[in-house]
């Protein structure tokens, strides 16, 4: 059966690569920003807006496809209960490490697989890390240095460059803080059949 | 100050690199299999096997650069307190993999720095990896495949790579899990004044 990540992320791309999982990516062409607004305006709890999220990206390619399984994921940065998107401005960027520094956050990386047009599987992971106190000169040269990486990531860090000298401690899987809960999706491919156990 | 790594290791350069942490690295050149059977035969515990071997990489370099801090590096898989070392052989591979299949195992990565000829700091990082209940099959096809990537592993596998099909949970920072507790290194190298903070 064919496999589509319905998100054209590089970085999702590259974890089912690296594990040898045969797939296409197709963006899904979901207006997030204002779903997120939304949901916020209702009170959601940030790990319901990345569930939705990766719900409705998945139906939107899985619609299209229905005999493919559609896997759409979302994640979504959760500081004390308010949600951080990716930053529009290198101020907005600014801004959310300062809101982020000396403290503990999570990120809620969601994954839902569509097949026959209807959800079959979630999962939901959760990562919790710690930024260290770091001064405002700190924070502005971080992100004056890495401006073109950060504005495509919620709380405008990349752990996988130089975002690892924000943080004194990260607590959950490593894919789940790059975005997608990899190995509960690579078993559940498995059980389906879809790459080789 | 100057930063030396003791390790040509290309996954330890990779994460100091990605950190943006300026260094140059040099081969420890330590009989490490010999140092490590010794150990074994003292019946030492994996993690003290661990911090010992990263103690002599750095000493050995630091002997020839005093002025020098010099970060020494290992990293030991601990099996219900059996040392699994990097595999020799494909065969090596395979029995190596069907020991660890099904069950949760450890890998401690130690760090060692020395400056002036004396350890300054140390720390030892621990992951807890399980790997699914695996056909022979599976691991045979797997390990032929990879072969040339995951002979320079402890443990016969590459979570970075298609390794991330074999486990179904990894607990513990994932910088651990690649050889180096890279946030606590990060850490000191900061309050020394090596890098910004």
């Known amino acids: ?90 101020d907005e960027a600014r801004a959310q490490l300062r809101r982020l520094r000396g403290q503990t956050h999570k990120l809620w990386s969601a994954a839902v697989i569509y097949h026959d047009a209807k959800p079959v599987w979630r999962f939901m992971g959760e990562a919790r890390l710690t930024m260290r106190p770091l001064s405002d000169a700190y924070l502005d040269d971080y992100v004056t240095r890495n401006w073109d990486s950060i504005r495509h990531s919620v709380g405008a860090y990349k752990l996988e460059e130089q975002g690892s000298r924000l943080f004194s401690a990260v607590d959950g899987d490593y894919f789940t803080v790059l975005g997608l809960p990899l190995l509960p999706v690579l078993g559940y491919l498995g059980d389906r059949g879809i790459i080789p156990t």
């Open 1 to 90: 059966m064919k496999l589509i990540l319905a998100s054209t992320s590089q970085i999702r791309q590259q974890m089912l690569t690296a594990a040898g999982v045969p797939f296409t990516a197709h963006a899904a062409r979901v207006d997030e920003d204002t779903i997120r607004r939304a949901l916020q305006a209702e009170h959601a709890r940030p790990r319901d807006i990345a569930d939705t999220l990766a719900e409705m990206k998945a139906r939107k390619i899985a619609e299209r496809s229905p005999e493919a399984m559609v896997l759409g994921c979302d994640q979504v940065l959760d500081i004390q209960g308010d949600v951080l998107a990716k930053p529009e401005t290198p």
